[in-house]
């Protein structure tokens, strides 16, 4: 800025003059050096908001009036704003009638009205002026371009200003002074007045130079703030893609998660990814739209043009105006229409490089035009190479095939051996056309097939073998040529072949005529044979400097063969090499990543990975399982988050048991923990366990109730007969013969039921064993029903205000069936004790009997508080007991009675209605199914 | 004379609890459910009450609680007398206002003794305090 004023004012000085120049330059040089100084340090303190009481042409109210906007800038929150308060200053201090900011974009090209201030209000037409600075005239550009203020005296008769401002503004005199920033121009300010033609003072300008210092600084400093957050958010995303790129085992929903964010943070309407070699067709792979975009037919892909360039040119296209850019004159990239028919008007293309070679390509369509920073150039930029990564990663898992070429591709530096190697350019040519096909296939197999293939052809050969090393012997593991199909796995030991030297000198061996070089002997080398003439055979040495192997190229004519061919033949060798590691290498990681996939998702419990930040990296298919949360739910969370429970292990026990809620359920898991390392012994993150012990729990709290109500199922008889033989035994004469009977009566019938509940239990450990014996006989089912009856009746006539009545209701014929006398007795028991004690308000006890069709049924009726729907199956479940049991009881007993009725060969159910009864049905088979004997 | 009601659903340990204690010269009161026994102890004020957990109806909770919330009955120490042996059983009675916690089976002949001994320590330090040294006694026994 000093310099180009300086060298203007020497212009206008009229000192370019040559011959004057000449004489004073001693001078001039010295004066201009101390005038440089001076401007430099007035620059610098005027630049950094100081100002010297010293500037002379300023007057002190001025320079308060420049503090306070000053510290007014400080404050302001938006350009907009800034702008009003440095154009409304200008007015008012160097008595402007009109004021106007113009932001000049990147890369020079435009200029747009910000703001437009005349008499304290904006002014509303300038907002959308627009000023090409590369093809029009204007007071803009020249300011901008010379970095100098520009003042024109008679605006409208100027042909250097825009006709437009001056018009539409009424301006007579104008100053356009520019907004340098630390590295371009970043706006230009315009003032005028509207009244008369007038030149501007020196001071003026001055001033307007000061305050236009202060505008840049505060127009610096926003655009540096909104880049810096923009920036920092999209530096949070790169990382938050990079971090999904290493701990996601599936691509396909990275990639998917990759262009989302990508769309998202560009703002863009579509975001997609194509893979394939720079003018390959390279097939969309996946794509991101906002809804209601239309997605990119297969057909169209090839015509992308702009990615199509990216891909070409190994650099990202950036395209503002797809219709007007002259990037894409070039038809070969597929033109406009395809893209104008999606409706993309503007592209940011970012190709996908992976090992020096581009794989494909990263691409933002919108439908506006648009200049794309370059944050969003560095942006896209970030993401394709994660992408590159996450593909290279992918690709050893993936049965993608054509992925899988690239990868090979990559890893070979074929590159360089091209290079080194000057071969003739046939022979290059050749080589690098082969090394795809070469480096394609995944199988070893399939490599030594392309090798013989090209080695053939590179030297237009006859033949060829490839042979591997094992041990001591050299195996053919591919033929090219007629004669050698049968070759294939002959093998042939190192010592006595002339194959075998190459594996002993690692050297090439060129041998131009057999019968010459090598005597009779040599045409009757078993590898060699079949009538050649001369070969070259090179050593297949890899990375890893270890022989694999041999490759062998015949003539079936003398032949000389050249330092050239040798070479190709040693650099296809060196290929072949590597894409036989390649390949054994991709052989073993996709099998041991196929093997760890298969056994985490095979594993019955749950294995969970956390990151070192704690975020879940894997939740297998047992994991999803137990807790019956989707993998996609539970990924980059936190395991105590998903799991809604603290993961943190107490006193760092490794393992222990929580609880979690599964919907309405709780879930007891048991979780072991163990720390995962990386290669360099760094904590990398966590593997947890989950075992789903809710059943075994569920059995452990069945168990503990158990024990507590057959204790106090125990002691309730227990008490009776304690205490009534400790009352036996007091001292004295204390009761009479009566009293003494009822007690030892009590001691007996107590002792019974102690009896009764010790069957129940054995009866439930039988069936449990499955070995619960029933002696079948046909009986009278009606008698056994009489006496439970009659058993119950006078037990309950003991009791004092029992009001239950007993109902025996049986056909008078009697109800044969085939039964265990015993147990049927027991069942019965059981059901019409139940029957009184879920009817606590009294009423009748009824014991219907009757025939059926094959079967006599029995059915024990009660009136008593009946049984909810939903429990009617479980009652019949071991240690279940009703929600409607009034006191104790083990929980066994209809359990006990439908295993009894179930070995009888019958069935027992429930029919009830809430606060009405219960009727417990039982159907004994009538007679036993005749057994076919003859 | 000391007047002892005895609230249990089970025929044979009303037997056994009236015999015992009218031996040792008290008068006894039984009610074979829980809502006779409120209306019992209500009526008659009893020196003490022997009242079984498990029963139907109103259980042996439901009827201290009933007893301890009414004025009439609130000073009449309850003495639980049940075969659920459990200390958060225990830790329940005390806590709803028992007293004394017997677990069955029991020597009947310790009953009297038992129950002499605790209203001589009620007439001396108050039920209250009989109470807190119970509920104390039981804390410990929890948290060791």
């Known amino acids: 800025m000093v310099l180009s004023d300086i060298t203007r004012l020497i212009q206008l000085a009229g000192l370019s003059d040559a011959a004057i120049f000449d004489g004073v330059l001693e001078t001039l040089a010295l004066a201009l050096g101390v005038a440089l100084a001076l401007h430099l340090l007035l620059d610098i303190f005027v630049l950094r908001g100081r100002r010297r009481a010293g500037e002379l042409a300023v007057r002190e109210h001025q320079l308060a009036a420049v503090a306070e906007l000053s510290s007014a800038l400080t404050l302001a929150g938006d350009r907009e704003s800034i702008a009003r308060t440095v154009l409304d200053t200008l007015n008012d201090l160097v008595d402007f009638d009109f004021s106007g900011l113009l932001l000049v974009n990147e890369d020079g090209s435009e200029a747009r009205g910000l703001i437009g201030r005349a008499a304290g209000t904006d002014v509303d037409w300038f907002p959308s002026t627009r000023l090409d600075l590369e093809n029009e005239m204007s007071g803009v550009r020249r300011a901008v371009e010379t970095r100098a203020l520009f003042t024109v005296e008679d605006a409208p008769g100027s042909p250097e200003v825009s006709a437009e401002l001056v018009e539409r503004a009424g301006l007579k005199s104008l100053v356009f002074f520019p907004l340098e920033g630390e590295r371009r121009i970043v706006g230009v300010l315009a003032a005028g007045s509207t009244g008369e033609f007038r030149a501007f003072r020196p001071e003026q300008l001055s001033l307007m130079r000061m305050l236009a210092a202060e505008g840049t600084l505060a127009l610096e400093r926003m655009e540096s703030v909104s880049a810096l957050e923009r920036g920092l958010e999209r530096e949070r995303l790169v990382a938050e893609i990079s971090r999904r790129v290493r701990a996601e085992l599936d691509i396909d929903r990275l990639i998917d998660a990759a262009l989302a964010e990508t769309a998202k943070a560009l703002d863009v309407e579509r975001c997609f990814i194509r893979l394939g070699n720079p003018g390959s067709a390279a097939p969309l792979r996946a794509e991101w739209r906002r809804e209601g975009i239309k997605p990119i037919t297969a057909s169209a892909t090839p015509f992308l043009s702009v990615s199509n360039l990216a891909l070409r040119e190994r650099k990202t296209a950036a395209i503002a105006d797809v219709e007007n850019d002259p990037q894409l004159d070039d038809d070969s990239l597929g033109g406009r229409e395809a893209l104008l028919e999606l409706g993309s008007r503007a592209v940011l293309s970012a190709p996908i490089i992976l090992f020096e070679s581009v794989i494909g390509a990263l691409a933002a369509h919108t439908s506006a035009l648009r200049r794309w920073s370059n944050d969003d150039i560095a942006f896209i930029e970030a993401i394709a190479r994660e992408l590159g990564i ?94 050698l199909e049968e070759m294939y796995a002959r093998r042939f030991p190192v010592a006595v072949s002339l194959a075998g030297d190459l594996v002993h000198s690692r050297e090439p061996l060129v041998i131009e005529d057999l019968a010459r070089d090598e005597g009779p002997l040599g045409a009757l080398d078993p590898v060699v044979g079949h009538g050649f003439k001369a070969l070259i055979g090179v050593p297949v040495i890899g990375l890893d400097d270890a022989l694999s192997g041999v490759l062998i190229v015949y003539s079936r004519r003398v032949r000389a063969w050249r330092l050239k061919e040798i070479e190709a033949l040693v650099t296809l060798a060196a290929n072949s090499a590597s894409a036989l590691a390649n390949a054994a290498l991709y052989l073993r990681v996709s099998l041991e990543r196929e093997q760890s996939l298969a056994i985490l998702s095979s594993v019955a419990d749950g294995i969970v990975a956390v990151d070192r930040a704690g975020r879940i990296v894997l939740w297998n298919a047992a994991a999803e399982r137990i807790t019956g949360i989707a993998s996609s739910e539970a990924l980059g969370r936190p395991l105590s988050e998903v799991l809604r429970h603290e993961m943190e292990a107490p006193d760092g026990v490794g393992e222990r048991a929580i609880s979690i809620r599964r919907g309405e359920r709780e879930l007891w898991l048991e979780v072991a923990e163990a720390v995962m390392r990386d290669p360099g012994g760094q904590i990398a993150g966590k593997i947890y366990t989950l075992r789903d012990v809710s059943a075994d729990r569920f059995v452990e709290q069945a168990k503990s109730d158990f024990v507590s109500s057959i204790s106090h199922e125990l002691r309730a008889p227990l008490t009776s007969i304690y205490g009534f033989a400790e009352t036996l035994l007091r001292r004295g004469e204390l009761f009479d013969d009566v009293q003494r009977r009822t007690f030892l009566s009590y001691i007996a019938s107590e002792s019974e039921r102690l009896t009764g509940i010790v069957d129940a239990l ?10 619960l014996q029933v002696e079948l006989a046909t009986i009278d089912v009606g008698n056994v029903v009489r006496e439970v009856v009659e058993s119950a009746r006078s037990e309950s006539e003991s009791v004092q205000g029992d009001e239950h009545s007993f109902v025996a209701d049986l056909s008078d014929e009697p109800l044969s069936a085939e039964a265990d006398r015993d147990k049927l007795r027991r069942v019965l028991v059981n059901l019409v004790d139940n029957a009184v004690k879920f009817s606590p308000g009294g009423g009748t006890v009824s014991v219907v009997g009757q025939k059926r069709s094959g079967a006599v049924e029995l059915r024990v009726r009660d009136e008593g508080v009946g049984i909810p729907e939903e429990e009617r199956e479980r009652i019949f479940r071991k240690f279940y007991r009703s929600s409607s049991a009034l006191s104790g009881g083990t929980g066994l007993g209809l359990f006990i009675s439908r295993g009894l009725v179930t070995a009888m060969g019958g069935r027992i159910w429930v029919e009830s209605v809430e606060g009405e009864g219960s009727t417990f049905a039982l159907e004994l088979p009538f007679e036993r199914e005749p057994v076919a004997e003859e | 004379m000391t007047r002892v009601l005895i609230i249990d659903d089970e025929a044979p340990i009303r037997l056994l609890c009236r015999v015992n204690l009218e031996a040792e010269g008290m008068e ?94 009620i007439r001396r330090d108050g039920l209250d305090l009989l109470r807190g040294e119970k509920l104390a006694a039981l804390r410990s026994l929890v948290h060791e």
């Open chain 2, 28 to 121: 006894v009161m039984e009610a074979s459910d829980g809502e006779k026994g409120i209306e019992l102890a209500r009526c008659e004020r009893p020196d003490v009450i022997l009242l079984d957990v498990m029963m139907p109806r109103l259980d042996g909770w439901d009827v201290a609680q009933a007893l301890v919330g009414d004025a009439l009955t609130k000073e009449i120490p309850i003495a639980f007398l049940t075969a659920r042996a459990e200390v958060r059983d225990r830790a329940r009675g005390l806590d709803i206002g028992g007293v004394e916690y017997v677990t069955k089976p029991f020597n009947p002949l310790e009953l009297a003794p038992l129950i002499e001994n605790l209203l001589e320590r």
């Open chain 1, 390 to 483: 996450a593909l290279h990663t992918a690709g050893l898992i993936e049965e993608n095939k054509r992925q899988l070429e690239e990868q090979n591709a990559l890893l070979v530096a074929t590159e360089a051996m091209t290079n080194e190697l000057e071969l003739d350019s046939v022979l290059a040519l050749k080589l690098a056309g082969g090394r795809a096909e070469l480096v394609g296939p995944s199988s070893s197999k399939q490599v030594m097939k392309a090798a013989v293939h090209q080695a053939t052809q590179l030297l237009e050969g006859d033949a060829a073998l490839m042979l591997e090393l094992e041990a001591n012997e050299l195996v053919v593991r591919a033929s090219e040529g007629e004669g």
């Open chain 1, 762 to 771: 054995l009866d439930v450990a039988e069936l449990d064993a499955g070995d």
